[in-house]
C-alpha cells in the first residue's frame, strides 16, 4: 500500500534517500547524469540531489527523454490511486497508435472519464495535455530512429511523421539540433563555457554559437563541469573564456547587485508550456515572488500548479531566467535546484538592491 506523502521535493528526496518501498508508485525519480528515472526504493547508488528531478508518473519521466531504470523497473510500478490508473490506461492507447493522436473523447470513453477531466489530469500529473504526450512519444521515436536508420529520411517515416518538412520544423526546438546532426550522436555540437567566482559560489555560463544554453551555481569547477557534462552528453564541451567573457561579466555584476537587470541571448530548448512559465517569471520584479499557484492561474491554467514548478525545476538558465522567484503557496521557499540557501540570497540581494 502507498500511503500518503507530502508531494514536495524535499519529501519525495529523503524518501529516495531511505528506499522507502512504500512510496513505489508514487513517484518516480530521474538522474539527469545518467538519463534514467527509478522507484524510491531501487538499490542503485544515490544521485546527487542537484541531478535529480521528480515525476508524479513514469510516463511523464519518459516524456522528458529519461529511460526506465533496467534494475528496478518503474515503469512496472502500480498506484492505488484511480485517477493515476486512468492517466497511464490513457497513455498505453496513445502509444499504441502509431499515428496521429486519439481524440480527447476516444480516450475518456476508454478509460471511463469525460474528455475534460481526462485532459485536466494529464496536466495535473504530467504537465501536458494528451496531444503534447503524443508529440514527445514520438520525438522520442525520432532520436532512436535517427540513431538506427541510415539516413534522416527513413527514421522520418520510422517514427511516425507524414513527412520531412513535420520534423525539421520541430527540430530545433525539440532536438537542438537539426536531425542529422542528432543522427551522429551530436557531432558538431559545440558547447564552450567559463566560470567565475560569485557571491554564491562558483558561476558556469555555457552557451552555443546562438546563445547562453546553460547558468548554474555550484561549490567547484569540477562539480559544475560534470553537471554541463550530464545536461549536453552528446555535444562537444570545451573552455572558451574569451567569448564567454561579456556574458559570464554581466551576470558576476548582477549577482554582485552592480546591475539592475540580466539580458542575456539564449538558445534554450523548451516545450510551449515552458516557455509560457518562464516568459512569466521573467515578468516578475527582481526581488518579488509569486506563488506556483498564481503563474498558473496567470497562464490560464489554474490546476497546472505542479507542472509550473517542474518548468522551473527544468530551467536550464539560473538567473537569466529567475525561477527562484517562484514560491510555495505558504510563502515558504519550496525548491531550487542549486540549494535553497542560494535561493533565499538571491531574493535579498536583489531586494536591497531594489532597497538602494
Known amino acids: ?12 528526496w529523503q ?22 528515472f527509478c522507484r524510491p ?6 544521485p546527487k540531489r542537484a541531478n535529480v528531478a521528480f515525476f508524479d508518473l513514469p510516463e511523464a519521466a519518459a516524456a522528458s527523454g529519461f529511460r526506465p531504470c533496467r534494475r528496478c523497473r518503474p515503469e512496472a510500478a502500480q498506484s492505488p490511486d484511480p ?25 475518456g470513453q476508454a478509460v471511463g472519464l469525460s474528455p475534460w477531466h481526462l485532459q485536466r489530469l494529464f496536466k495535473r500529473h504530467l504537465g501536458i495535455s494528451p496531444r503534447d504526450y503524443a508529440d514527445a512519444r514520438r520525438l522520442g521515436r525520432t532520436r532512436r530512429a535517427l540513431k538506427d536508420e541510415a539516413n534522416v529520411g527513413h527514421a522520418v517515416y520510422a517514427a511516425g511523421y507524414g513527412s520531412s518538412s513535420r520534423l525539421y520544423e520541430r527540430a530545433a526546438a525539440q532536438l537542438g539540433m537539426t536531425p542529422a546532426t542528432y543522427r551522429k550522436g551530436g557531432a558538431g555540437a559545440v558547447i564552450g563555457y567559463a566560470t567565475g567566482d560569485s557571491p554564491f559560489g562558483r558561476l558556469l555560463v555555457a552557451a552555443t554559437a546562438t546563445g547562453v544554453c546553460f547558468v548554474a551555481l555550484g561549490d567547484d569547477d ?5 553537471t554541463l557534462e550530464a545536461e549536453f552528453p552528446a555535444a562537444e564541451l ?10 559570464l561579466d554581466a551576470t558576476l555584476r548582477y549577482l554582485a547587485g552592480r546591475e539592475p537587470s540580466l539580458d542575456l541571448p539564449l538558445d534554450v530548448r523548451a516545450t510551449a508550456f515552458q516557455w509560457r512559465v518562464w516568459q512569466a517569471l521573467r515578468a516578475i520584479p527582481a526581488g518579488q515572488t509569486r506563488s506556483y499557484g498564481a503563474i498558473a492561474k496567470q497562464l490560464g491554467e489554474p490546476g497546472a500548479a505542479r507542472a509550473v514548478g517542474r518548468a ?13 522567484r517562484a514560491v510555495r503557496e505558504d510563502g515558504a521557499l519550496g525548491g531550487y535546484r542549486w540549494g535553497l540557501a542560494r535561493k533565499d540570497a538571491l531574493l535579498a540581494t536583489e531586494r536591497r538592491r531594489k532597497a538602494s
Not at 569540477?222 to 560534470?226: G, H, I, Q, R
Not at 570545451?238 to 556574458?247: F, H, I, Q, S, V
Request: proline share 9%; charged share 30%.
Open 1 to 12: 500500500m502507498v500511503h500518503d506523502l507530502p508531494r514536495s521535493d524535499e519529501a519525495r
Open 15 to 36: 524518501a529516495v534517500l531511505s528506499r522507502d518501498a512504500t512510496r513505489d508508485g508514487a513517484f518516480v525519480y530521474a538522474v539527469r547524469s545518467t538519463g534514467v
Open 41 to 46: 526504493s531501487c538499490p542503485s547508488r544515490r
Open 83 to 107: 485517477a493515476l490508473k486512468a492517466v497511464r490506461r490513457a497513455c498505453r492507447l496513445i502509444e499504441r497508435q502509431e499515428e496521429g493522436t486519439p481524440t480527447l473523447a476516444a480516450l
Open 222 to 226: 569540477p562539480e559544475l563541469a560534470e
Open 238 to 247: 570545451a573552455p572558451d573564456r574569451a567569448r564567454l567573457k561579456p556574458w
Open 312 to 324: 522551473c525545476a527544468t530551467n536550464p538558465v539560473a538567473i537569466a531566467i529567475p525561477c527562484h
